[in-house]
């Protein structure tokens, strides 16, 4: 059985991030990843400075090739599917049957997204998408539809109205928008489209129109979602580790789950999801893990 000082399940953005900062400490880790990234559709990578532009298997490469230079840092394609122990004393299963021990455990294991509009998946990360600053310039004066309801819809078309002023917002049900909202959006020529959506028709992966459920067809050229999004990992859970209201885990400031000995880093722990945010925060949770283990020696 092999022991390391730390196990960073999820070799993506945050994860390898963390394991340059470890391996730059001569820190023995090991990277578990099952080659699943969320964004394998996203053809570009954007609002990333050096990188805008770049597809995000490019500079999921090129990182692995980077952190692969620090011999300290071993890695194993697997999925983890279950962890025991405590600070210090960590042990790590694989689905292949391997068994793994480290004395600190990270999470970069991201978030899995669903849609209950058909059509959508195939979309996500192309025409389907979530982030204004990410993907919002490459559809800008376009014809954009704003799948989201209450709070998170008013605060992702606010952001939208600056790029196109094309913008429809449709609730997918009894809208939640308050009077003064909804007043506000008017002001602006935005509508809000209460009945259900029935299906998201596209040609390779680009959305052309909205189905509404009462026959009705809209033109559109992308579509700003809230996807459905869950925990990808479910052993930090196991483990006691507590979820916040909107289902990331918790963490403090330096990426501490609320279980000692366990961090977190990534989409799995922030609202705020961009492959700059993942590597700042992977950065950030690598050095301070580094330096619990330190701090463990004196």
Not at 148 to 172: C, D, M, P, Q, R
């Amino acid at each position: 059985m092999s022991r390391y000082d730390v196990i960073i399940i999820g070799g993506s953005y945050a994860g390898l991030s963390a394991a340059m900062a470890l391996g730059r400490s001569l820190r023995n880790v090991l990277v578990i990843d099952a080659g699943n990234p969320c964004n394998k559709q996203t053809p570009l990578s954007h609002n990333f400075i050096t990188h805008d532009g770049a597809t995000p298997a490019n500079i999921l490469a090129q990182a692995r090739k980077q952190v692969e230079v620090y011999k300290t840092v071993q890695f194993v394609l697997d999925e983890a599917i279950e962890g025991k122990g405590e600070n210090g004393n960590f042990e790590v299963n694989t689905k292949s049957g391997k068994i793994f021990q480290a004395k600190k455990l990270l999470f970069a294991t991201g978030l899995k997204d669903t849609h209950e509009v058909k059509g959508f998946e195939a979309c996500w990360g192309i025409s389907v998408i979530h982030c204004p600053y990410c993907h919002g310039y490459e559809v800008r004066n376009k014809q954009i539809g704003v799948v989201s309801n209450g709070e998170h819809a008013f605060h992702i078309t606010k952001l939208v109205y600056n790029l196109s002023k094309n913008v429809t917002v449709y609730t997918n049900g009894k809208s939640t928008l308050t009077d003064e909202q909804t007043a506000k959006l008017a002001n602006r020529n935005i509508m809000v489209v209460e009945d259900k959506l029935a299906e998201a028709m596209h040609e390779q992966d680009h959305i052309k129109q909205l189905i509404i459920k009462n026959g009705e067809r809209v033109s559109v050229d992308a579509l700003f979602v809230k996807p459905n999004s869950t925990q990808h990992c479910t052993i930090p859970e196991k483990l006691g580790c507590k979820l916040t209201e909107h289902g990331f885990l918790q963490v403090d400031e330096m990426q501490n789950t609320t279980v000692a000995g366990i961090y977190a880093a990534g989409d799995n722990c922030t609202m705020i999801r961009s492959v700059a945010m993942a590597i700042a925060a992977g950065n950030k949770a690598g050095a301070i893990i580094n330096m619990e283990l330190t701090n463990e020696l004196f």
